[in-house]
Structures are given as structure tokens and as C-alpha cells.
């Protein structure tokens, strides 16, 4: 009797008891046999699987209609490029796109890739006078490339003359600056120029007539910083005001510094004031001296004179610190009457404490044109105060329109606020 492993029928021939093909059943097969024909079939089913991917993988469609054009209100540093999404960008499927760039007929260099559904890239690498060629390519999930789509000619960016974005900017400098001119031109003219009184200001008179009855001497500190500094030089304004008054009531007037080109200064500005007074022979270079450049030896100095000779009116105009408060205190122990202005926002309030009067801020600057009554220094300050006025309406108007916004916001009152944020105020602009 033959065994069952020799009965292998043919196919074709053989049939079953029913009458049908007989089809073989590895089972039949040698065990060596059924095991390669598994392992073939495993390959074959990862061959096909591997060449479908790869065909798949090949079939990305390129962007179309790519465009190059130069970027508004530039220096000639920036291009934007352009195109139509390749058409196998579809939701379920993300299609990057890679940028690729030549200048001037040189070696092709990636410089970017953009997202899916992008149509735009910015390049802000350029340079005035170079051309520049592009190359985009799409990418696919699986790693496929597009075919290239590439500029037909090259394109060079151009420089714009004007920044359309900083027109409302120009019409706000054009308005205060036009403010100062016309301002400067009513003074010249003549026109009444009104500017408010300044209690420190007016008190200066009273500081020096005080000084004079007492028969003590005055104190005049400019301040510790050189002439660099725009508080010092508004605080040698105010000298020449004191020493000309100084000189009219024939009072002693002390002006120690902590700078040599601050001295030097000073004893020109308190001579041509004496000049002016009619009294030259009251100008004393002696008392208008240089002490030291160290902050606290000069302030010891300074407060040392005070206790040994006692002012009657200390008078601290200029850019201070730390001293603030030790002068002040010195002056205030003396029993002098203390007028002190400084435009540091930190030593206001120990000058406000322990003085009789303090400039704030700004009225140190103003000081000038309160004194002098000069055309030009009258236009500025006016002008000045236009560019304020200007400044408080945008304020209040754009904190209104935000306002608004917040309880309107779709329709006219979110356009005015988009466009007063994004086009006056330029906080959408570079």
C-alpha cells in the first residue's frame, strides 16, 4: 500500500470524488518544502506593497502659476514669491512646499519651506542690485517630490522712495514741526504768547530780595553732570536769571562746581548777566569755582559751606542723585529758602519734601522760555505744547474706540479701531 506522502496528483487530471479539481494543500508537502513557499509568499506580498508606495510616492502634482514681485515700502532688501497649491493638496493630505533661490546666475540654495496651504513666502534676505531666480518644489507625506516649478526670468527687487505705511507718522511730525514754525513767527511778530505762571519761577525775586535784606550770601548749585546733559544747561538759564537779579540788588551769589567746563560756563553766563544789569563791577569770578568730580566729596563740600556760612536762598537746578536729599536737607537746617528743579523722576519727592518751591519735570526746560520771553525758545515751547494736545486726543480717541470694540465688535466701530491701531498708530507696520 503506498503512503500519503507519494500521492501527489496532478492537478490538472486528478480529481475528487465529486468530480472537481483537486487543489494541493501544503500539508502535502514536505515540511522544508511548505516552509519556503511561505517565505516566498511573504515576499512577494512585501515587494508589491513597497512598489505601490513608490509609485504612490512619485505621484505629487506641482505648484502652478508662480509668481515673483518686489515687496512695497522696502529699501530694495526684500521679494515676495507666489503660487497656486498643487492639486494634491487636498485636506487629508498636507503638501509642503520647499523654496529654493539664485542670485545672480549662481548655485541653487533651499532658504525655506512653508506649510500646507500656503500660497506665499517673503524673502527679506535680498540685496539692492542683485537679480534673483526661485524654485518651488512640493513635498509629500511619504516623502515625494514635485516636478520643479521655476521662475521664467529673473527679478530684482526696487528701492520705494516713499514708506507708505509712516504717512500718518509724517503728517503728526509735519504738524508739530509746523507748530513751532508759526508759533515762532506770531512772537516775532509780536503776538501775545501766553505761558502759564511757574510759582518757582516767580519766586526767584522774592529768594533774592530775601538774601539781600538778610545780608547773607546765596547758593547756587548747577547740578553734578557736564554740559552734555540738557538739565544742566537749562539750569545755567536760571543762573543768569539769579545773577542778574544778584546784581541789581548787589547780593553775594556762590557758585560752586563739580565740572570744569560747567564752571567755565557759568562765569560767562553770570558776567554777561552783570553786563546787562548795568553793574559789571559786581561779577566776581572767585566765587563761581570748580570743587571735585566725586559725587560725595563735592556734596560734602557743598553742605560744609552751608553750615559755616548759612545762605539765606539755595538755589538746586541741574541733574541730581543720591545728593538730592543731603543738599536739601542742609539747606532746609540753615533755614534757607530753597527753590530746586531737576527732571529725575527719583529725586523729586525729596526735593518737593525738604524746598520751598521745585520745578517738575518739564517747567526746568520751560524755565528758558518763561524767563527769556525769546521768540524762538516761545515757538518751541508752543509748539511743544501742540504736539501734547495732539498726543492726549489720540490717547483718548483710541481708548474709546477700544472700548467700543469691546461691546460692538463686528461692524463700524471694530473697522475704525482696526484701522486707527494698524494704519495711524502703524502696529501693523515694520
Known amino acids: 500500500m503506498r503512503s500519503p506522502k507519494s500521492e501527489i496528483r496532478n492537478p490538472k487530471k486528478a480529481r475528487n470524488p465529486k468530480g472537481k479539481m483537486w487543489i494541493p494543500h501544503v500539508s502535502n508537502l514536505p515540511v522544508w518544502i511548505s516552509f519556503g513557499f511561505r517565505i516566498s509568499c511573504f515576499g512577494f506580498l512585501c515587494w508589491t506593497a513597497f512598489s505601490t ?46 523654496i529654493f533661490r539664485q542670485v545672480d546666475g549662481g548655485e541653487w540654495s533651499s532658504i525655506a519651506k512653508v506649510s500646507a496651504k500656503n500660497e506665499t513666502f517673503e524673502d527679506t534676505n535680498c540685496e539692492p542690485g542683485k537679480k534673483y531666480r526661485y524654485r518651488v ?24 522712495w516713499v514708506d507708505t505705511r509712516r504717512l500718518w507718522f509724517g503728517a503728526i ?46 547758593l547756587f548749585v548747577p547740578g553734578i553732570m557736564d554740559l552734555d546733559q540738557i538739565e544742566t544747561v537749562a539750569g545755567l538759564t536760571v543762573l543768569s536769571k539769579v545773577a542778574k537779579t544778584a546784581a541789581e540788588y548787589d547780593a553775594a551769589l556762590e557758585v560752586p562746581t563739580s565740572r570744569s567746563l ?39 563740600y557743598v553742605c560744609g559751606w552751608m553750615t559755616r556760612e548759612k545762605p539765606a536762598a539755595c538755589f538746586f537746578l541741574g541733574k541730581f542723585f543720591a545728593e538730592s536729599l543731603l543738599l536739601a536737607e542742609t539747606g532746609n537746617g540753615v533755614g534757607a529758602i530753597q527753590i530746586a528743579g531737576t527732571a529725575e523722576a527719583s529725586q523729586l519727592p525729596f526735593f518737593v519734601a525738604a524746598c520751598d518751591y521745585t520745578l517738575l519735570g ?30 492726549t486726543v489720540l490717547l483718548l480717541g483710541g481708548c474709546l474706540l477700544a472700548t467700543w470694540t469691546v461691546f460692538q465688535p463686528q461692524g463700524v466701530a471694530a473697522e475704525a479701531y482696526h484701522y486707527f491701531r494698524e494704519v495711524i498708530l502703524n502696529k501693523g507696520g515694520a
Open 137 to 160: 518644489v512640493a513635498l509629500g507625506p511619504e516623502g515625494a517630490t514635485s516636478p520643479l516649478a521655476e521662475t521664467a526670468e529673473p527679478f530684482q527687487p526696487i528701492m520705494q
Open 262 to 300: 560747567v564752571m567755565t560756563a557759568a562765569q560767562e553766563s553770570c558776567e554777561a548777566a552783570c553786563l546787562e544789569a548795568g553793574r559789571p563791577e559786581s561779577f566776581n569770578p572767585d566765587r563761581i569755582y570748580y570743587v571735585t568730580d566725586e559725587q560725595f566729596g563735592y556734596v560734602a
Open 173 to 218: 511730525v509735519a504738524f508739530v514741526c509746523g507748530s513751532v514754525i508759526v508759533c515762532t513767527e506770531l512772537a516775532k511778530r509780536g503776538a501775545s504768547i501766553y505761558v502759564r505762571p511757574i510759582a518757582a519761577l516767580t519766586a526767584l525775586d522774592e529768594a533774592v530780595g530775601r538774601a539781600t535784606e538778610m545780608g547773607r550770601p546765596m
Open 362 to 391: 518739564e517747567e526746568l526746560f520751560a524755565a528758558s522760555a518763561y524767563l527769556s520771553r525769546e521768540p524762538q525758545q516761545l515757538g518751541t515751547l508752543k509748539g511743544q505744547d501742540a504736539g501734547k494736545v495732539l498726543a
Open 53 to 98: 508606495s513608490s509609485a504612490s510616492a512619485t505621484e505629487v502634482a506641482p505648484p502652478t502659476n508662480l509668481v515673483v514681485k518686489d515687496r512695497p515700502n522696502d529699501a530694495a532688501n526684500g521679494l515676495i514669491v507666489t503660487w497656486s497649491l498643487s492639486p494634491d493638496d487636498q485636506p487629508e493630505r498636507a503638501i509642503q512646499c520647499e
